[in-house]
């Protein structure tokens, strides 16, 4: 089956879960901005939870099928319609032959993910069909989608699609403070400069992007000014450069910098930094590292959980 771009969206590249173990070579993860979402996605599809899938940011594409294909959208919300019919958010539908899906504009979050029955063929690099905008490949030939581009998707499997049960999506979006864990150079900065950090609210700038959301509102600063040797970027992690104003990075970040890391996202929230926008605020609050394991493991227990037989 192949897919016709009739208008790609304002952002919309090929992710999965990533492609780690390279950063030693200056390769960014890339992989899903919100990728429990796409996890989602793929399994309502009736596919593997970490296949290749669209992402979609603020404002979803329009795509041609040239074949019955099984379709699901999840994530923030984004009106979808096949013909004048809307295509329900969270469920599996099917998308006729020549059918056109419409997918808007993109709200309460920043992104949604398409997934297909079958997965979407594009070549594997490094082990992942991950889009990297910067390094020109993975995806589709490493780049966000275009009008014209067609696209292959792999033969659908026999995984039947999957159904949420009542009330599921509703738990996902937890609201309140980002949980951090204390990072690599907390130290560097007072017990006053991280309660500071702590108390205060910043919005997300627009000079933000898949590499890194820069922060705006309280400054934050060093014990004393000094100069860090470059060292490894954890996912997530929070640095503060000179300014002081804090910068979160992100799936395609860079994988070494040279300022001061005063926190780190833990993982169990790092989808709800995927579904931050421009102007959105965020507070943070402090956990212990067996307090962020511990939601992880959670997390991972809702997701099996929230399926209907």
Known sequence: MTIRVLKPGLWTTVQDRGRYGYAHLGISPCGA????????????????????????????????VDQSAIVAVSGASCIC????????????????????LQCGPINGGARCYLAIQGGIDVPFVMGSASTDIRGRFGGLEGCRLQAGDVIRTNKAGGQRPGRLRAGAWDELRRSGPIRVTRGAQNDWFSPDEWAKFLAATYAVSEQ????????????????????????????????????????????????????PKIGNVIAADMHRIGQLRPRDEVRFSEVSI?????????????????WQD
């Open 208 to 259: 933000s992007d898949r590499a890194g959301l820069r922060l705006t509102g309280e400054t934050v600063t060093p014990r004393e000014r000094r100069q860090l040797l470059t060292d490894g970027i954890p996912l997530g992690a929070i640095q503060v450069p000179q300014d002081g104003q804090p910068i979160i990075l992100f799936v395609d970040q860079q994988t070494t910098g040279g300022y």
């Open 33 to 64: 901005a919100d990728p429990l979402s796409l996890r989602i996605a793929n399994l309502l599809a009736g596919n593997d939870e970490y296949a290749p899938a669209f992402e979609m940011t603020l404002l979803g594409a329009t795509l041609e």
């Open 290 to 306: 067996p307090a962020a394991i511990e939601a992880l493991r959670q997390q991972e227990r809702w997701l099996q959980e929230i």
């Open 81 to 100: 319609k096949v013909g004048p019919y809307r295509v329900a958010e969270h469920t599996a539908v099917e998308v006729p032959a020549g059918g056109v």
